[in-house]
């Protein structure tokens, strides 16, 4: 909305900054986080006053039942503050934009409904009909997205420039390393926006680890929406150049943004837990972006540590139904050094180092082709 302030700078100058990808992702990023704060601290009266608080596993770690009554649904005040600042600084001409919104929305309303019901009846959606609707939301995304996008343009050379069907993949690390999938890249997509937003949600264990992993996640995703979204930088570092990657990176500053707000109220001790509402839609955005300007691959590195937490409930369960053992002392990961008589703020550290680092590696990764 503010970028059409640009057409008045013939009459007044200052406006013409409001065409900068780079201002209006800063202007995104700060706006997101003052909504965030200030809608956090109206919520978090809200919320408690309105019993919304979080039922904590018997099961857990001992430390966590004094987590017991903490409100949750703080995730609501996250994507109000991303929708807010999204409309308010990008440019919606482009249909890209509100797709990627609408996805992340989507996602977040999933979540508000398995919180609710948790919440009213003490027992979420069945996973099989919160997976079926991920599924569901995720095929009409994509769907609508390759009917959108037809392909891309990539520089194998700085002198030679190719274009590339959308439904093919870009491996990082490696030189014109570009797989066409068809229609196998309907599956594809889907299992990186759903397991995006699952492998999110199942981080959220502990006060501040996912949202602070998530905000590092969304900060270098950031750079590379907005190198993918000029055309003379991703002919140089030959990466996908997608015209609409400016504009996903001031979305993406939106949402590091309301991270940062969230941050604030939920790190230890957690005042509010962001929920499903806030677990789900922030995986989901940060996905459906690394979808849309063609960097999917790149997701394993950058989100590492969601990888990694995903993959140790699913080696916990198959064990333990094929052999009666478990592997680690619980699953998530995160549980198993807290059981291990790691404080929980050591762990949430150390995991943001972890993500950091990550992080740096999918940066190198710009050169490293």
């Not at 904590?56 to 903490?70: F, L, M, N, V, Y």
């Not at 520089?155 to 590339?164: K, N, P, Q, T």
């Amino acid at each position: 909305m503010l970028y059409f302030l640009y057409l008045l700078r013939e009459d007044f100058i200052v406006f013409n900054v409001f065409k900068y990808i780079t201002f209006r992702s800063f202007g995104a990023g700060v706006t997101a986080f003052l909504i965030s704060l200030v809608l956090g601290a109206k919520f978090v009266d809200f919320l408690s006053k309105k019993q919304f608080k979080e039922n904590i596993r018997e099961d857990g770690p001992p430390g966590h039942k004094a987590k017991a009554g903490t409100p949750t649904m703080g995730g609501i005040f996250i994507v109000l503050a991303i929708v807010i600042s999204t409309v308010l600084w990008v440019n919606l001409t482009f249909e890209i934009l509100w797709l990627v919104l609408l996805f992340t929305i989507g996602y977040g309303a999933i979540g508000f409904a398995d919180d609710w019901l948790k919440l009213r009846y003490g027992k979420g959606m069945r996973a099989k009909v919160k997976f079926l609707l991920q599924v569901i939301v995720a095929l009409f995304f994509i769907l609508l997205l390759l009917n959108e996008k037809k392909g891309f343009t990539m520089s194998l050379r700085i002198d030679e420039v190719a274009y590339f069907p959308f439904t093919s993949v870009v491996f990082p690390f490696l030189k014109k390393a570009v797989f066409d999938l068809g229609w196998f890249y309907v599956p594809f997509a889907i299992t990186v926006l759903v397991g995006a937003s699952n492998s999110v949600n199942l981080t959220d264990g502990l006060d501040g680890l996912a949202i602070g992993s998530i905000a590092i996640a969304t900060a270098t995703y950031i750079i590379f929406a907005y190198l993918s979204g000029h055309a003379e930088f991703s002919r140089y570092l030959q990466i996908p150049y997608i015209s609409e990657g400016g504009e996903l990176a001031v979305f993406l500053s939106a949402v590091g943004g309301a991270c940062l707000g969230f941050l604030w109220y939920n790190s230890h001790p957690a005042e509010v837990f962001m929920g499903d509402v806030g677990s789900l839609s922030l995986g989901a955005a940060v996905g459906v972006v690394a979808l849309v300007i063609k960097q999917e691959i790149l997701l394993v590195v950058v989100g590492g540590l969601f990888v990694m937490e995903a993959i140790s409930v699913i080696v916990q369960v198959i064990s333990f139904k094929l052999t009666g053992k478990r592997v680690f002392r619980m699953a998530p990961l995160h549980h198993h050094f807290e059981l291990n008589g790691w404080p929980e703020s050591k762990v949430v550290v150390r995991f943001w180092i972890i993500s950091v680092v990550l992080s740096l590696v999918a940066l190198s990764t710009l050169k490293l082709r």
